[in-house]
């Protein structure tokens, strides 16, 4: 417990400071949570005194101590006695990454306070996540989609939920969860208290917060969109085809000690695993496509540093905290110019320097503009390799070939070669189609019917035909 003596008297610090204190202060020094973050000072004491807070915040913040310590604090005084399948309080993500984060965070901080909780996402068995939850929990943390099958099954009720927590509500909103957001908050205690925690602040998470907050306490611990000083930024300007030779040479720089590589879709991730396998690099994937337990493999081998590269779509953006990621490379920029802010908060946390990296094609220049508008600067250019031909070669980097009858040609073995002419039909009794004229609606093309072959039988007359 950490105190100062002024005049004899004892003065509390850290969070025994903030308003947390017995049992749950004991846990939570035990946790290593010591000295508190700008955010947790500015949103525990409101929380405690009851009020709902709306937090600005990036990731990486401490905004999960912010809001389970004090959920945490007022839950244990409650006693053990809990109504079944109800929950005491709703913590909800957007991802399931994101959702196992918190619950883990969770368990460290109640770790010895017999505080129960459960965690329901998609990818699992639910007969599992409903027999956890059947006896009553004391912390639920879930992903929407889930909690609603759960809630339409009878297996959950939340009239009981007297704290309801929206962690990363402006990414619950990029991926459609808003409408099962205000489902569930409808179902929940009508004088529940309540905390918004978000990013980002578009008019659509505005009108939820003014929607579900009752006269909440503002938190901002960084203007909105804002990157974190300790993170260099840059820009390497690279066509499409260059940027595989591109990443896999940055990747045999051995500073690259713990890569996440952020691809724009499921299959693009899987196709730079598959290149860097090719080129000699081990690297793990995480996608929607992928198995939860897939996921979580191959999140836990990146964490203990068995893999070194984690490659990863925006769905992995947030959620994933594991200290000590040194570079972020944004194989193609995002859709969304706000999960660029979310990829590279993946590096620089906790006070940590961190790089990220951008490849850019001439063709992305508009979602480079965007980004840069929602940081509010300019990315430096490091490199511009637009104006060469060809790749360079990766020196030092061993690929591996793929067996000769299974490699396709490269364009430039194909160069200077003449195109397959395909071989003309020989139409019955020689004669040739009739050359097409195009409808006025460039439809299909007009004039006469091809000739169709006739259906003879055994006897050598025509089906169908008078004779036969």
Known sequence: MNELTIDNAPVATGFEALGISGKLLKCAEAAGFVT???IQEQAIPPQLAGRDVLGVAQTGSGKTAAFALPILSKIIGLGTKRRPKTARALILAPTRELAVQIEETVR???????ISTALVLGGVSKGTQVRKIAPGIDVLVATPGRLMDLVRDHAVILSETTWLVLDEADRMLDMGFINDVRRIS?????ARQTALFSATMPQEIVSLANDLL???VRVEVAPEGTTAAEIKQSVVLARTKQKRQILSQM?????MKSVMIFARTKHGADRVTRDLERDGFEAAVIHGNKSQNARQKALTGFRAGS???LVATDIAARGIDVPGISHVVNFDLPDEASSYVHRIGRTGRNGADGIAITLCDPSEASKLRSVEKIIRMKLPISADHTGEPDPKPVPGVQRMQQPA???KPRESENEGAPKRQRPRKEHHR?????????????DKPAGKKPFRKRKFGSSGKRFGSKAA
Request: charged share 30%.
């Open 307 to 309: 893999v070194r590269i």
């Open 405 to 407: 009858n299974d490699r």
């Open 36 to 38: 508190p973050k700008p």
């Open 108 to 114: 460290l901080l109640s770790k010895g306070a017999h």
């Open 251 to 255: 990747l045999a720089n051995p500073e």
């Open 186 to 190: 409808k179902a929940t205690h009508p």
């Open 430 to 442: 020689g004669q040739g189609r009739p050359a097409a004229t195009a409808r006025p609606d460039g």
């Open 214 to 216: 009752r006269d909440p």
